[in-house]
T-cell receptor, first 112, second 115 residues
Framework: DGGITQSPKYLFRKEGQNVTLSCEQN?????MYWYRQDPGQGLRLIYY???????QKGDIAEGYSVSREKKESFPLTVTSAQKNPTAFYLC???????????FGSGTRLTVV | AQSVAQPEDQVNVAEGNPLTVKCTYS??????LFWYVQYPNRGLQFLLK??????LVKGSYGFEAEFNKSQTSFHLKKPSALVSDSALYFC?????????????FGAGTRLAVHP
């Protein structure tokens, strides 16, 4: 079945550590996105990529980094510069400008 | 910049009654509007979208939405609510920024359907 896979489902990070969240899709979608979800704040865009080797900062990119070396993969690194990383992270992909998104099932990151 | 607003944090409905979840938008140009649903600890699932054409859009699970240009609204509706419809609902609008496309989401509305 085609879809988006996010891993791990739960992730715990110690203060000062970098962690990487995986996002893989087999839908042959060109565009991929990372959102952060906090209670009562909806979804906020972190980074997005329309094609391989190109990505753009979203509204809350500080403390995060991404890469897009392959069409299928768009990993997100939460760096130690992100002061409040505890949140639910959602990856999505889309085919074109009128298409909706297909979402992964999310990764819940907790700082311990 | 494009934006959407969901004025209600929570909507409570009795099972079998009609439901409405409200969304208003602010865009320059023609709006591309979307509704998604989220169940606990899951990703968002696409319900329906308005790109052009009929103002009443039908989607998944018996949901529909009415596009109203004069009121800049895109309310989600269902004639008869089910307990299983209880979830978090998001309205979204497409933003085109410098040739790049992305969705801007509202804060979400929690729908609670009571037996």
């Amino acid at each position: 079945d085609g879809g988006i896979t996010q891993s791990p489902k739960y992730l715990f990070r110690k203060e000062g550590q970098n962690v990487t969240l995986s996002c893989e899709q087999n839908l042959n979608h060109d565009a991929m996105y990372w959102y952060r979800q906090d209670p009562g704040q909806g979804l906020r865009l972190i980074y997005y990529s329309q094609i391989v080797n190109d990505f753009q900062k979203g509204d809350i990119a500080e403390g995060y980094s991404v890469s897009r070396e392959k069409k299928e993969s768009f990993p997100l690194t939460v760096t130690s510069a992100q002061k409040n990383p505890t949140a639910f992270y959602l990856c999505a992909s889309s085919m074109d400008r009128v298409d909706g998104y297909t979402f992964g099932s999310g990764t819940r990151l907790t700082v311990v | 910049a494009q934006s959407v607003a969901q004025p209600e944090d929570q909507v409570n409905v009795a099972e079998g009654n009609p439901l409405t979840v409200k969304c208003t938008y602010s865009v320059s140009g023609n709006p591309y509007l979307f509704w998604y649903v989220q169940y606990p600890n899951r990703g968002l699932q696409f319900l329906l979208k308005y790109i052009t054409g009929d103002n009443l859009v039908k989607g998944s699970y018996g949901f529909e939405a009415e596009f109203n240009k004069s009121q800049t609204s895109f309310h989600l509706k269902k004639p008869s609510a089910l307990v299983s419809d209880s979830a978090l609902y998001f309205c979204a609008v497409r933003d085109r920024d410098g040739g790049y496309n992305k969705l801007i989401f509202g804060a979400g509305t929690r729908l609670a359907v009571h037996p």
